[in-house]
C-alpha cells in the first residue's frame, strides 16, 4: 500500500479522498490555487502545495504543476478526484512515465472511453445496446442537421468528449438545430478544449441508471448495483439512489454484464461507471463510460457497506478486488441529494456569496451512516464563480425506500444554509412529489411536476412573518437589557408606561412588500395585521442562549423556529420549510423604477456570444447574450418588447455581477 498520495483536486471530492487515505495510514498532499489557500481540503491534507491562479486553467487543469508537487513531496501516487484532469489520459500518462501510479484506469482506457463517438463503436463491438443516432468525425453543421432530421426529432446533441451535463442540447425540431448545435459546440469547447459532437435518438420517458464497476489489475471484474440518477436539471443530476426503483434481479445481472463487458473491452482497471439510457419498459442502451469515481458514489457505500476510495488504492496499489461478485450484498436503500448554490426559480443559475450560516443535522462525514454528509466548505467559507457551485451531499440510508424518504426531508428540514441562494428547499419540494414518492421516475420529472415545484411557496408567509418579528424583537430586547442604566425613553423595543406597544414594520418576502402592524399586548398575544391577514402570535420560549431558535403558537399552530439575521436580512427556518425576509430600511429605500432597460450579469462570468446589434428590435423572451460561468452557460434574454439602444460589453470580457451588458428600450 502506498504511504503518501497527493490528491489533484478540491472540494468536497479533495476532503472525501484525505479522511479514508487519513484512515488508513496514508499522507496526503494537497494541491491549491489562489482562491483556495485557506480551503478545507487544504487543512485536510498533511501537506499542501501551491499550484496557480484562481482560474482552473491556470492550476488544477495545469498537469505539469501537480506532477511537479508529486515528485517534489515524493507522493507514490496521484488520485485526480472527479473533473479537473480526472479523465485526462495524458495526464494519467504523464503519471506513469514520472513514476507515480496512477489512482485511475490506465491511460489507454481513459482514452478509448473520453471520446463518446469511439466509446459507442467499442461498445457495438462488445455488443453493448446502442440508441440510435450518428457518432462519426464529420462535424459539418449542415451534414449534422441532416443526420437529425434522419434520425427523428427530438434528438439531444452532446459534446464527445463531455461529462457532468456540460455540452448538451436538447433539440426539438429542425429549425432550432443549428443554433443548439453552436451553443453545444461553444461549451463543450470552453469545457473540454474540443467542440466535437454526436447526434442521437432522445429517448422518450428516459431513465438514467448507471452501474458502479471495479477491475483489478490481476484480470478481475466485478459491478456493484445500480444507481437510478434520472432527477436531473440541466442535464445534471439532482437526487440519486440505490437500488434503483423497479430494479429486478434478472435486469440487474443483465445490466451489470453489459457493463463489465463494457469494462472488459478496454483493459479497464480501477472505480468506473457505466451510464445507460433505460425505457419504461426495462430495455438499456449504453451512453457512455465515465472513467473515474462518480459524485453519487456515496450511495453505493450506502448499500454495500464498502469504502471505494480504499477499493480504488487497494487496486492502484496492485492488489486483488477486496470482494468476488458473490460476495457483493446489498442492504436497504440509499438517497443522496447534491446541495448547490443556484437558484431554481431563475432555471438553476448559479449563485455565488459566503456561506454566513451552515448548520447541519446530525450526521457522518465521509463514512456509512443513516444521515451521512459530505462537504469540502465549512460555515464562513464562500463560493465563487471559480468552481462547481456544489455545496454539500447529503446522503441517507434506511432498510425501505420509504425510510429513506423519510431521513431524506428531516435532514433537509434540519440543513439551514443563510448567505445565498440554493436548492435545499427545492429538493424537500421534490422528494415530495407525487412522481418522486412512487418513484414514477424519468428525466423529465422536473418539468412534469412544475407547477408543485415552482408555484408553492417555501413557508407560509404567516410563519415567515412571524419569524422575522419574533427575531427582531429578541434582538430589540437584547439591545434594551444591554442599556438598561438608561432612562425609558431611550428604549427602543416601543415600551408604553399604560396599555399595549405597537409597531409598523415593513418586511420584503417572497416578492412583495408587506407593511406588518404588530400589537403586543401586555399579558396576551401579539397581534399581526397586514392588508387583510390577521394573525395571533404567541411567543412560548427561547430555546438557545444565542437568540436564534424560538417555539412559538402561530394562528393555533405550535412551531419550533430557527432565525438567522445579517443586517435586515433574515432566514427563517421550520420543519416546513425555509424563507428568506428582508426588514425593509425606511431610511434607505431607493427608486429602482429608472433601471429598467438595464440588463445586467447576474452573475461573475464571461461574455461568449453577442446575438443582438444595436438598433435591433427584439421580442420578449429573444436570446440577446450569452455568458459562462461555473463551466456553464448562461443565456440572457428579453424580458419585453423593445429595441437594443446600447451594447455595452464585448465577447471575451469578464463581468463582475451586476455589470451591464446592454440596454433595452421600451417598444412604443
Given amino acids: 500500500m502506498f504511504t503518501k498520495i497527493l490528491i489533484a483536486n478540491r472540494g468536497e471530492i479533495a476532503c472525501r479522498v484525505a479522511s479514508t487515505a487519513r484512515r488508513l495510514g496514508i499522507r496526503t498532499v494537497a494541491v491549491y490555487s489562489d482562491a483556495d489557500a485557506l480551503s478545507r481540503h487544504v487543512q485536510l491534507c498533511d501537506e499542501a502545495v501551491h499550484i496557480g491562479g484562481a482560474s482552473p486553467r491556470d492550476s488544477y487543469l495545469c498537469a505539469d504543476r501537480i506532477l511537479a508537487a508529486a515528485l517534489a513531496t515524493g507522493a507514490q501516487a496521484v488520485h485526480p478526484g472527479y473533473g479537473f484532469l480526472s479523465e485526462n489520459d495524458g495526464f494519467a500518462q504523464a503519471c506513469v512515465d514520472a513514476g507515480i501510479a496512477f489512482i485511475g484506469p490506465p491511460p489507454s482506457a481513459i482514452a478509448a472511453m473520453g471520446s463518446k463517438s469511439a466509446a459507442k463503436a467499442l461498445m457495438a463491438q462488445a455488443q453493448v445496446p446502442l440508441v440510435p443516432g450518428y457518432h462519426g468525425d464529420e462535424q459539418d453543421p449542415t451534414f449534422l442537421q441532416a443526420q437529425a432530421d434522419q434520425i427523428g426529432y427530438p434528438v439531444l446533441i452532446k459534446a464527445s468528449a463531455g ?60 459491478h456493484l448495483g445500480e444507481r437510478d440518477c434520472s432527477v436531473q436539471r440541466r442535464h445534471q443530476k439532482v437526487l440519486e439512489e440505490a437500488p434503483a426503483p423497479g430494479m429486478t434481479p434478472e435486469r440487474r445481472a443483465q445490466m451489470g454484464d453489459a457493463a463489465i463487458a ?29 472513467t ?41 436503500h440509499a438517497i443522496e441529494a447534491r446541495i448547490c448554490a443556484e437558484n431554481p426559480a431563475q432555471q438553476f443559475l448559479p449563485a455565488t456569496g459566503t456561506l454566513q450560516v451552515l448548520r447541519t443535522p446530525a450526521c457522518s462525514t465521509f463514512s456509512v451512516a443513516p444521515v451521512r454528509i459530505d462537504s469540502g466548505v465549512r460555515e464562513g467559507d464562500a463560493i465563487t464563480p471559480h468552481y462547481d457551485s456544489m455545496i454539500a451531499k447529503l446522503i441517507v440510508h434506511g432498510d425501505t425506500r420509504a425510510t429513506a424518504l423519510a431521513r431524506l426531508d428531516t435532514g433537509l428540514a434540519e440543513l439551514h444554509i443563510t448567505g445565498l441562494s440554493h436548492n435545499v428547499s427545492f429538493l424537500r419540494r421534490v422528494a415530495a412529489t407525487h412522481s418522486f414518492a412512487h418513484a414514477e421516475l424519468d428525466t423529465a420529472l422536473i418539468e412534469r411536476e412544475h407547477s408543485a415545484l415552482f408555484e408553492a411557496p417555501s413557508l407560509p408567509i404567516a410563519h415567515a412573518v412571524a419569524g422575522a418579528l419574533l427575531r427582531l424583537q429578541a434582538d430589540a430586547q437584547a439591545t434594551v437589557q444591554h442599556h438598561a442604566h438608561r432612562d425609558p425613553w431611550s428604549r427602543t423595543d416601543h415600551w408604553r408606561l399604560h396599555g399595549d406597544a405597537r409597531q409598523l414594520i415593513k418586511l420584503h418576502i417572497d416578492g412583495q412588500t408587506l407593511a406588518v402592524t404588530l400589537d403586543i399586548q401586555r399579558n396576551g398575544p401579539w397581534q399581526l395585521s397586514w392588508d387583510a391577514v390577521n394573525v395571533t402570535v404567541q411567543p412560548l420560549c427561547r430555546t ?26 433574515l432566514d427563517v427556518f421550520t420543519p416546513q420549510g425555509h424563507a428568506r425576509v428582508q426588514r425593509v430600511d425606511p431610511l434607505r429605500q431607493t427608486d429602482d423604477s429608472a433601471a429598467g432597460g438595464r440588463l445586467t450579469a447576474l452573475m461573475p462570468g464571461k461574455v461568449v456570444a453577442m446575438l443582438v446589434t444595436e438598433g435591433q428590435q427584439v421580442k420578449q423572451g429573444d436570446a440577446l447574450a450569452v455568458t459562462e460561468a461555473m463551466k456553464m452557460e448562461h443565456t440572457l434574454t428579453a424580458p419585453h418588447d423593445g429595441t437594443v439602444s446600447a451594447i455595452l460589453c464585448a465577447v471575451g470580457d469578464q463581468l463582475a455581477e451586476g455589470v451591464e451588458l446592454l440596454r433595452l428600450e421600451v417598444a412604443a
Fill in 262 to 290: 463494457a469494462a472488459r473491452s478496454v483493459g479497464y482497471v480501477g472505480a468506473g461507471t457505466v451510464e445507460f439510457i433505460c425505457e419504461q419498459d426495462g430495455r438499456f442502451y449504453f451512453m457512455e463510460m465515465n
Fill in 292 to 332: 473515474r469515481l462518480q459524485v453519487e458514489h456515496p450511495v453505493t457505500e450506502a448499500i454495500t457497506g464498502q469504502d471505494l476510495v480504499e477499493w480504488q488504492l487497494r487496486v492502484a496499489a496492485g492488489e486483488p478486488l477486496p470482494l468476488t461478485q458473490d460476495q457483493i450484498t446489498f442492504t436497504g
Fill in 163 to 222: 461529462g457532468g451535463g456540460k455540452g448538451m442540447r436538447l433539440v426539438q425540431q429542425s429549425s432550432d438545430f443549428i443554433a443548439a448545435l453552436a451553443s453545444c459546440q461553444r461549451e463543450a469547447q470552453a469545457s473540454f478544449g474540443n467542440a466535437h459532437v454526436l447526434v442521437e435518438r432522445y429517448v422518450t420517458r428516459p431513465r438514467h441508471i448507471e452501474i458502479q464497476v471495479f477491475g483489478d489489475s490481476h484480470g478481475h471484474y466485478v
Fill in 544 to 569: 438557545d442562549a444565542g437568540g436564534e431558535q424560538f417555539e412559538a403558537d402561530v394562528h393555533g399552530q405550535r412551531l419550533r423556529l430557527s432565525v438567522y439575521r445579517h443586517g435586515n436580512d
